[in-house]
């Protein structure tokens, strides 16, 4: 099994498999994360959806494969902020207390 690490620099290189394998190893996480800002599933499954096309359409930006994760939390974090504005939602939960426990 490819590390998260190979798995971006393949995607980069166009390997379409590693991209589809790393949206599904990260699908729960990006859920899970999404959730903490919208209360709502299908406004959750948006938001995932929006996420993965920007992690699709920026994956070539990312130059320290390791970072991944933390790219990918940062990614969702600022896609879910928008979204709630967007759709002058309340967020589930204070954004300022996401900041801070996302250090």
Not at 30 to 42: P, T
Not at 59 to 71: E, I, M, R, T
Not at 84 to 89: G, N
Request: net charge neutral; hydrophobic share 40%.
């Amino acid at each position: 099994q490819r590390t998260v690490s190979e798995l971006v620099i393949d995607a980069q290189s166009g390997d379409r498999y590693a991209l589809e394998e790393l949206i599904q190893r990260h699908q729960n996480y990006v859920n899970m994360l999404a959730s903490q800002y919208v209360s709502n599933r299908d406004d959750v499954a948006e938001v995932c959806q929006e996420v993965f096309i920007l992690v699709i359409r920026r994956l070539d930006q990312l130059q320290v494969p390791a970072a991944f994760s933390s790219w990918l939390r940062r990614i969702t974090h600022r896609t879910a902020i928008n979204y709630c504005r967007r759709r002058k939602l309340t967020y589930a939960v204070e954004p300022e207390s996401l900041d801070a426990n996302q250090g």
